[in-house]
C-alpha cells in the first residue's frame, strides 16, 4: 500500500471520528436546552391532593375508604368543595352519596350528606326551596323521558267554569326534576314511565303546583340541556284557533267554543214547570238594546 492511500485513510478516520463527536455534543447540548426550557416552564406550579372516586358512587350508597383515592392535582386550579385527604372524606361511617359520583370525578362536598346525615331528597333540595310531588302518565310526563336532575316547564290547562272555554299557559319555568317515583338516582340509560315526578320550587312555586294540580291538567314541557333562557308565554284559548281559521282558512275551529242561538227558559204555572227553547238574536248595536 502507498504512502498516499495510508495517509487519506488516517485523514478519513480523523474526520470521522471529529463529526461524530461533534454531533454527538450538539445533540446533548440541545437536550439538555430543553429540559431546562421544560423545567423553567413548570417552575411555580404548586401540586396538591384531591380525593377522587375510584368507582362509580350511586345516590344512597354509603361511603367506604376503597371507593376513593388522592391523587396530584394543581393546587390554583383545584375545585371548590373538594377534599385533600381521603381522612376528610370519611368524617362520618353512615356518610352517603346524595348524587352520582363517576369514576376519576372528584368528590364534592355538595355531592355528600354531612356527618349523621341520610341521602333522602332533604338532603339534595336547595337551601329555601320546597318538593313538591305531582301525579304524571305516559303522554304528560313525556313519554317517560323525564329524568332527575332534568330541567322542566309545567304546563297548565284548564276549562273556565263560566264559559267552557279551555286554555293553557306556562305557569312555571326552568323547574328542577328531583325525582322520579321514588327513584332519585341520576343515571338511568332507559325511560321510565312514571306515576309521579317530586320538583323543586320555592314556597310560592310549590303553592303554584298543588293549586294547578286541582284546577287543571298539568303537564311537563322537557327542556333541552343547558337551556336557562325564560321565554315566557301568554295565555293560549281555543277560542285563538278559530281566529287563526279567520285569517287562514285552517280547521283547527272546532275546538273553539260555538255562539249560542238558543236559551232555554222554564216557566212555572200552578204544579206545572215547561221548558222552551227561545231563539237568541244578536242586536247590531247598543242603542238597540237601550231602547
Known sequence: ??????????????????????????????????????????????????VVATTQIRFGETLNEEMFKEVEWPKDARPEGSYSTIKEVMTDADRRAVSTIEPGEPVLAVKLTGENGRAGLAGIIGEGMRAVTIPVDTVNGVGGFVQPGDRVDILLTREDSETDEKSAKIIMENVKVLSVDQDANTRSSTAKVAKSVTLEADASGAQRLALANNVGRVSLLLRSAGDGSAGGSESLSANDFDQKRSQNGGLLSIFGPKEKTEKSVRVVAGDEVNEFSVRIEKLENEEEIKN
Open 1 to 50: 500500500m502507498s504512502t498516499k492511500l495510508i495517509v487519506m485513510a488516517g485523514l478519513t478516520l480523523v474526520f470521522g471520528a471529529t463529526s461524530y463527536y461533534v454531533g454527538d455534543q450538539y445533540l446533548e447540548s440541545q437536550t439538555q436546552a430543553r429540559l431546562s426550557e421544560f423545567e423553567s416552564n413548570n417552575v411555580g406550579v404548586e401540586l396538591s391532593t384531591v
